[in-house]
């Protein structure tokens, strides 16, 4: 095969003569092409949920935060004029400033099941990353570990809950056979909230009880609320794999879903001795509310939207964000700041009709979040996610 950096790439295939097009997303075209390419791809799927369109449209905008210290080009491979694959690749700043200015990206991998396609969409790909200094390649990514992340590689017959990605079979085999190798495992829980406490977490619930002090979201306060959750965010998940940091803008943008979709209790925040030191957020899964409107919200997409959410409500919801300050993590309290904020959420969750929720993503070697959901609430793996990582060599061929 040969590589080319430019935007175009073509290459035959000797054996049948067909033509396997790659172009760069450098047009409203190619962007709906590359927007629209999992409706094709998922077209017998019965588990993958049609995202808004109005909600992808704006992720590749510039009103993305991620663009204030990330850049990204994608790609749309083609056979015969019909959208066949896509891929990114993407540098992020914040990331290089931690890991190295040799480390790139690559993301929001869809394609038929063709070794073909997936091999000319990672040569565009790989050829743009080195261009720009990338050697150490890992993904797939939404642009960013902090957005949709990981290939599925369990799990294909549930369908996916809010801001978690969907896949195909094949992806992972694919990416193998291009030299990607495993790099994390990514792990997702299912809940019954209704769960009773063992006899364990009764012991340290009531150990700490009154020592602990419990609070939701105060909303008058809502923006110097978002950036104690932001600091409580990245001070918990510093010292984790692959971990970059949520910028202020970011998180901002993640408090605008939050304002809109949640109600006060279901962000608890606990204090000891009078500093925040933990917290849990969780989210109805609003894509319940979503499969039979196909992306759009016109013409009535939102009023339907809007109905179901106050008034059909979601009965399983997803928890996104959760964290335990760095210094109370490995400790007794740490533990009993775990067991307390999971334990006063759930009871919001289930007095709001939700009775199942999906907790993720969970490290694979994250040994302690584990050991409690799955010997204290006792719940198990339902879907796993996969990064994978490849070094580029200095050789082109």
């Avoid at 939701?216 to 990245?234: A, G, I, K």
């Avoid at 901002?252 to 957020?281: K, M, Y």
């Amino acid at each position: 095969m040969v590589m080319s950096t430019s935007p175009e790439l073509k290459i035959r295939d000797s054996a049948t003569g067909q033509v396997i097009d790659v172009q760069a997303v450098r047009s409203s075209k190619h962007t709906k092409d590359f927007i629209r390419l999992p409706w094709h791809i998922y077209a017998d799927d019965p588990a993958w949920i049609p995202p808004l369109l109005l909600e992808r449209r704006l992720h590749f905008s510039s009103l993305n935060p991620f663009f204030k210290h990330g850049s990204w080009q994608g790609w749309v491979a083609y056979i015969n004029g019909k959208p066949v694959g896509r891929i990114s690749a993407q540098i992020d700043e914040l990331h290089r400033e931690r890991y190295g200015q040799n480390t790139g990206h690559f993301g929001l991998v869809e394609t038929i099941e063709d070794r073909r396609v997936l091999e000319a969409l990672c040569v565009a790909a790989e050829a743009w990353l080195r261009e720009r200094g990338a050697t150490e390649i890992s993904g797939p990514l939404g642009f960013s570990l902090n957005q949709e992340c990981g290939v599925l590689v369990d799990g294909f017959e549930h369908p996916p809950v809010l801001m978690m990605p969907h896949s195909r079979p094949w992806y992972g085999k694919l990416l193998e056979e291009q030299g990607y190798l495993p790099a994390k495992d990514l792990l997702a829980y299912w809940v019954n909230v209704d769960f009773e406490p063992t006899e364990v977490l009764l012991r340290v619930l009531k150990r700490w009880d009154g020592r602990i002090k419990l609070r939701t979201l105060d909303r008058s306060r809502f923006s110097e609320e978002m950036e104690l959750l932001r600091d409580l965010f990245n001070d918990a998940w510093s010292e984790n794999w692959g971990f970059v940091p949520f910028t202020k803008a970011e998180f901002s943008e993640l408090g605008t879903s939050l304002r809109l979709l949640v109600p006060d209790e279901f962000i608890q925040i606990a204090e000891f001795n009078g500093e925040a030191v933990a917290f849990i957020a969780a989210l109805p899964n609003i894509n319940e509310l979503v499969t039979d409107l196909n992306g759009s919200l016109f013409p009535f997409g939102w009023l339907k939207l809007i109905w179901r959410i106050k008034k059909q409500r979601a009965v399983t919801g997803r928890v996104p964000l959760m964290g335990v300050r760095k210094k109370y993590q490995k400790k007794a309290i740490g533990s009993a700041l775990t067991f307390l904020i999971v334990d006063a959420v759930r009871h919001k969750l289930f007095e709001r009709g939700i009775k199942e929720v999906e907790m993720s993503w969970i490290l694979e070697n994250n040994t302690g979040m584990r050991a409690f959901l799955e010997n204290v609430i006792e719940c198990s793996v339902y879907k796993r996610y996969r990064l994978y990582h490849k070094t580029l060599t200095d050789k082109v061929t």
